[in-house]
Nanobody, 122 residues
Framework: QVQLVESGGGLVQAGGSLRLSCVASGRTFSMPAMAWYRQAPGKQRELVAS???????NYEDSVKGRFTISRDNAKNTVYLQMNSLKPEDTAVYYC????????????????WGQGTQVTVSS
């Protein structure tokens, strides 16, 4: 089992920055792929950024150049640095861990955190 706990969300003005953290516990050594998703009210949960072993990253188009996903294995922590935030980034952000390096991110598989709210005011 893997437990994920997110933190770092909050209220920020447009143009501001936040850094989300996701601390993993349990069988973290078997989690070669990690990601951040978000879900806005009335919308489906969507992939924001993913990170696979070897440092391979992928970003949703609207966040490219503004968000950065990273991982500190020594701390069992995954981060999402969010810069130049926009009101449309407002959502609950979820951390996700997968047991397979090659995974279908469109499927809502794996382990999930409880989510952290990010609100961007205009």
């Amino acid at each position: 089992q893997v437990q994920l706990v997110e933190s770092g969300g909050g209220l920020v003005q447009a143009g501001g920055s936040l850094r989300l953290s996701c601390v993993a516990s349990g069988r973290t050594f078997s989690m070669p792929a990690m990601a951040w998703y978000r879900q806005a009210p009335g919308k489906q949960r969507e992939l924001v950024a993913s990170l696979r072993s070897g440092g391979f990253t992928n970003y949703e188009d609207s966040v490219k150049g503004r968000f950065t996903i990273s991982r500190d294995n020594a701390k069992n922590t995954v981060y999402l640095q969010m810069n130049s935030l926009k009101p449309e980034d407002t959502a609950v952000y979820y951390c996700n861990a997968r047991i397979a390096q090659y995974t279908n991110w469109a499927r809502l598989d794996g382990y999930w955190g409880q989510g952290t709210q990010v609100t961007v005011s205009s």
